[in-house]
């Protein structure tokens, strides 16, 4: 029996919208912070404050498509947050204060949470269900390029000393991903008139998708250690003197979820969840003790590669549990509550291992985040699979 098509028009735009909407995130947080302290003289601390107020932007925008991409329908809701982005992106070049700067800034995040989680709500529609699994780690693929060639267009630019190049580029961008969604075929689902009161009621269940909520938890745990290695890295790798292996340290990063994404999601549509989870979170508290190990710079980029092997299959696998475990008419919430989370995760990571590196140091710290991810594949095992485990024994 043949598969069904995973690579449709749908897919293929839906894949290239999401790519330019994460690009234009890692261009604009690579160089806002410059553009304040250059442009608009402002402190460092204030020009810092530019990336805080884009992520409470992206939270509250998270929780209001959540709540209405189903009501307002997801093509609708998806024109609202590239359209926020255009209008945005051309205000850029009439930036004068850093004030302005924050307004802007906040709206722009709400845009990108909007956007963001319409096109992962999006294309759970479009992939068959025989290969989801699949389909999301071929989907997720789309950010990871993003977020590898947005920080290198960014420091491209930046070389000109020319901030209406980058804010050009990112206008291109934006106009490219509308033209896309214009073509793109979005299935609609039509509501009950008992689903429709439930997504109206005021209450815990219509901002969050309850049942995402268990593998929510997870990833968020899980990224909270990768946010030791974003955060802390750089000043890591300065201190063992291996600055420029860590460097690649993202390429080889993404290098390997590109290789890996095809096999790890035909594995989790053919052999289960299980079966995929307990090895990447293996993997991937053996590359970030590999990283507290480190003393040459191969040591490292070998640390890169299992990473990304382990952390880019255990986000892949729980944003595909989510969207799996969640009612048709929920997949906004559950694709917000997801992101929400993981937002969180990545959040609470630099504040939580900041406050014990002053004591342990940069290798304790690796040693600590191992050690979480490790209570991570213990709570997976709790929230969900348990439970998986005991519905493939009932089946047998």
């Known amino acids: 029996m043949n598969k069904p098509h995973l690579f449709t028009k749908d897919f293929s735009l839906v894949s290239l919208v999401n790519f330019s909407v994460v690009l234009n995130f890692y261009l604009l947080i690579v160089t806002m912070s410059v553009f304040a302290m250059e442009s608009l003289k402002s402190s460092p601390s204030k020009a810092g404050f530019t990336s805080s107020i884009f992520v409470i932007g992206v939270l509250l925008?998270?929780?209001?498509?959540?709540?209405?991409?189903?009501?307002?329908?997801?093509?609708?809701?998806?024109?609202?947050?590239?359209?926020?982005?255009?209008?945005?992106?051309?205000?850029?070049?009439?930036?004068?204060?850093?004030?302005?700067?924050?307004?802007?800034?906040?709206?722009?995040?709400?845009?990108?949470?909007?956007?963001?989680?319409?096109?992962?709500?999006?294309?759970?529609?479009?992939?068959?269900?025989?290969?989801?699994?699949?389909?999301?780690?071929?989907?997720?693929?789309?950010?990871?390029?993003?977020?590898?060639?947005?920080?290198?267009?960014?420091?491209?630019?930046?070389?000109?000393?020319?901030?209406?190049?980058?804010?050009?580029?990112?206008?291109?961008?934006?106009?490219?991903?509308?033209?896309?969604?214009?073509?793109?075929?979005v299935p609609e689902i039509k509501l009950t008139q008992e689903e429709l009161q439930d997504l109206?009621?005021?209450?815990?269940a219509s901002f969050f998708e309850t049942k995402a909520i268990p593998i929510s938890i997870v990833?968020?745990?899980?990224?909270?250690?990768?946010?030791?290695?974003?955060?802390?890295?750089?000043?890591?790798?300065?201190?063992?003197?291996?600055?420029?292996?860590?460097?690649?340290?993202?390429?080889?990063?993404?290098?390997?979820?590109?290789?890996?994404?095809?096999?790890?999601?035909?594995?989790?549509?053919?052999?289960g969840e299980n079966f995929v989870m307990y090895p990447a979170m293996f993997i991937y508290m053996v590359g970030i003790i590999i990283i507290s190990q480190a003393h040459i710079g191969y040591t490292l980029l070998l640390a890169g590669a299992l990473i990304g092997l382990g952390l880019g299959t255990v986000q892949s696998s729980c944003q595909t549990i989510a969207v799996k475990v969640t009612p048709p008419h929920?997949?906004?919430?559950?694709?917000?509550?997801?992101?929400?989370?993981?937002?969180?995760?990545?959040?609470?990571?630099?504040?939580?291992?900041?406050?014990?590196?002053?004591?342990?140091?940069?290798?304790?710290?690796?040693?600590?985040?191992?050690l979480i991810v490790l209570i991570s594949a213990f709570l997976y095992y709790q929230l969900h699979g348990k439970k998986t485990l005991q519905g493939q024994r009932e089946l047998g």
């Open 330 to 370: 929920r997949m906004g919430l559950a694709n917000s509550t997801f992101f929400l989370f993981l937002d969180a995760g990545i959040g609470i990571g630099p504040f939580m291992f900041g406050l014990i590196m002053p004591f342990i140091g940069y290798r304790g710290v690796y040693s600590g985040a191992a």
């Open 219 to 271: 990833c968020a745990v899980a990224y909270s250690c990768y946010a030791s290695i974003l955060t802390f890295l750089p000043a890591y790798a300065k201190e063992i003197q291996v600055v420029e292996a860590a460097s690649f340290f993202f390429i080889v990063y993404s290098a390997t979820i590109l290789l890996s994404r095809p096999v790890t999601g035909r594995l989790f549509d053919t052999r």
């Open 61 to 185: 925008g998270r929780l209001w498509s959540g709540r209405w991409i189903e009501r307002i329908g997801r093509k609708k809701t998806l024109y609202i947050g590239l359209i926020l982005s255009l209008v945005m992106a051309l205000l850029y070049f009439q930036v004068h204060n850093v004030l302005l700067l924050y307004l802007f800034r906040f709206i722009n995040g709400a845009a990108f949470g909007i956007s963001s989680t319409t096109t992962g709500t999006i294309v759970a529609k479009v992939i068959p269900n025989e290969r989801r699994g699949e389909g999301i780690g071929y989907y997720a693929l789309s950010g990871t390029f993003g977020a590898a060639i947005g920080p290198f267009l960014a420091m491209v630019l930046l070389q000109y000393e020319n901030f209406n190049l980058i804010f050009l580029a990112h206008t291109i961008s934006v106009v490219l991903s509308l033209l896309m969604a214009f073509f793109l075929a």
């Open 200 to 204: 109206k009621e005021f209450k815990f």
